[in-house]
């Protein structure tokens, strides 16, 4: 059973179990099922016209929610080997982890969040990361017997990375702990963080490649700078994209080692015998302070120098306007709706507009409005 996992990993003969009860796989675990039923759902293909930062349509060579989901995969499968935790559920959160953001990146949720909220305010809005547990739990229509993929507990337990006291009230077992403040396992821990480590690092490379961001700015940055000129010592000649691609991934990997390195170091201080263990103490995935520090300060410069760049401001702006736009010419006139999302209790229809605007793809989003308001 061990397969080479210390105690306190989560292991799928162990699981807390699925909503409905199902036969054990043959061949293959718990979580390598949940894997394989997420790369196989809908909601999964729609990640890759889903913006990070930048527009679908922008560039090819821009990061999707799709590729993003892929490199979170690859950043926390590999702390996961070094920290002798489960790989095949991290791999499951974090391909999970994205499938309910909105079209247009954050600010399309943050739109769709003050829609819901102003037309529909007893529904209590509309958050990413419920939704992608929405989505896993409800929304996804493949099995005869139940809706939503039927995955298992810590699976569903790490997509639920955030969650207000409301709405923890209303999920049974998967919120407990966000009204008694304990932890998820590690596993779950460790893509939270592989979700920061993948998403400052490729927001750096992607601003460079836009033009929005330059390397001599970046060097302002402490972390930048050190292992810009690491690579400038080891590579005098080495410019361009060459360079930018050396100085990223030696980042991702100082801040896999540090992460690595400061987790062993809890780990033995607070020696969990096991998952439960995990859930009581306090988190025991983290940086060291100093990491910590410096990843707090690369997190302010990208929301400040490329989120709130007013080439980016300009394209979420429009964004905004369209999701708003649709959640009103929806709101105001269901029959604009196929019969699928149509619903006679107001607060239902709400929520089934928020399901169908969240499901939409950039470019899905732009034909639909252009469909409702070009003649
Ligand atoms: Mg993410």
Redesign the pocket.
Known sequence: MSRGLASYACFPEQSRGRRYEEPAPQMRTAFQRDRDRIVHCSAFRLLEYKTQVFINHQGDLFRT?LT??LE?AQIARSLARNLRVNEDLVEAIALA??LGHTPFGHAGQDELNACMREFAPAAGGFEHNLQSLRIVDELEARYARFNGLNLCFETREGILKHCSRRHAQQLGAVGERFLNHTQPSLEAQITNLA?EI??NNHDIDDGIRSGLLTVKQLCELPLFLRHYEQVMAAYPEVQGRRLVAEIVRAMINTLVVDLTETTRDNLQRVAPGDVDDVRQAGPLVSFSPQMRAQATELKQFLMENLYKHYKVMRMTTKARRIVRELFVAFMDEPRLLSQDYRHDDALLQARAIADYIAGMTDRYAISEHRQLFVM
């Open positions: 929610r993003h989901s979170v982890h994205d979700d993948a998403y």
